[in-house]
């Protein structure tokens, strides 16, 4: 069925942005669906009752989150059938963007039924703007794993990505993940960290990763609220051009010093395996 037949005879979806902590940020267009809407789906009813509540408005809730949000589908799909006019929010800013409702959109599509977004806050693209770091292309990895191993290897399959990486990072969480952004990216690669944007304690921490990580530490404050992480992507890549002068490099060391010491510093400027330099010392020096 197309959403063109499916807006005559049924409802629509719409997906309502909502204030990241500034509710006077909440649009007039969201304050507009939101007081049309015949049910609103929310991931936490009782968060999104005193938004509701702020605005004048006493409406359906239903509880749409991650853990349920396939057995909630056909309960909005009927709502929509009967012409229904639906609106899905998140607990802050525009739902879907790490948070729930992919599933939901995609049935709602997949059954004909216009879609509709409601642009307004979120907060990587909040983030980013005020940043000073690159944005003409950004990597947005949402939430790492929770685990540290896990995390570890996440971030270092991100390592050499040359697009400005976006991460969200709960409280309890946010200095294992500076931590590790040291461990594995290094003490030099730039890093803004934005803390409860805008809210009263709006906070920007800037600098390297170390040096972030240092400012939150001595903050007394640096492990409260909500946080985005935004790192700057690696100016050196592997496979790039300047591999192109490893070659010439190795050439010139090899005939000053021994082979393996040329290969590991070789390695360290220019990403390059040790192993493989090595083996290609090995041909220049015969050479």
């Given at each position: ?106 049935e709602a599509r997949k059954a004909g039924f216009p879609v509709s977004p409601i642009p307004g806050p979120c907060a990587l693209v909040a983030a980013l703007s005020a940043a000073g770091l690159p944005t003409d292309r950004f990597l947005f990895a949402g939430f790492l794993p ?142």
């Amino acid at each position: 069925m197309s959403s063109s037949v499916a807006s005559v005879v049924g409802g629509r979806l719409s997906i309502v942005a909502t204030p990241i902590g500034n509710l006077a940020d909440l649009s007039d267009r969201a304050r507009q669906v939101l007081a049309a809407a015949d049910l609103v789906a929310a991931e936490d009813t009782r968060h999104s009752s005193r938004l509701l509540q702020h605005l004048g408005l006493s409406k359906p809730l239903l509880a749409l989150h991650d853990h349920n949000e396939r057995d909630r589908v056909g309960r909005i799909l009927s709502a929509l059938a009967e012409g229904q006019q639906v609106a899905l929010i998140s607990d802050a800013g525009t739902p879907l963007i790490s948070d729930p409702g992919y599933i939901l959109v995609r049935e709602a599509r997949k059954a004909g039924f216009p879609v509709s977004p409601i642009p307004g806050p979120c907060a990587l693209v909040a983030a980013l703007s005020a940043a000073g770091l690159p944005t003409d292309r950004f990597l947005f990895a949402g939430f790492l794993p929770a685990k540290r191993a896990g995390r570890r290897s996440a971030l270092a399959e991100l390592r050499e990505q040359t697009a400005t990486l976006v991460f969200y990072e709960s409280p309890h969480r946010i200095l294992d993940l500076m931590q590790d952004l040291v461990d594995e990216f290094g003490d030099d690669r730039e890093c803004v960290l934005g803390r409860e944007l805008t809210k009263t304690f709006e906070t920007f921490y800037t600098g390297t990763v170390k040096e972030v990580l240092a400012e939150l530490e001595a903050d007394p404050h640096g492990s409260r609220g909500e946080f985005v992480v935004m790192v700057r992507g690696n100016d050196v890549v592997a496979g790039s051009s300047l591999d192109l002068d490893a070659d010439k490099l190795l050439k010139l060391l090899v005939a000053e010093m021994p082979v393996k010491k040329a290969a590991k510093i070789v390695a360290e400027v220019s990403g390059i395996g040790k192993n493989e330099l090595y083996q290609r010392a090995l041909q220049l020096k015969g050479d």
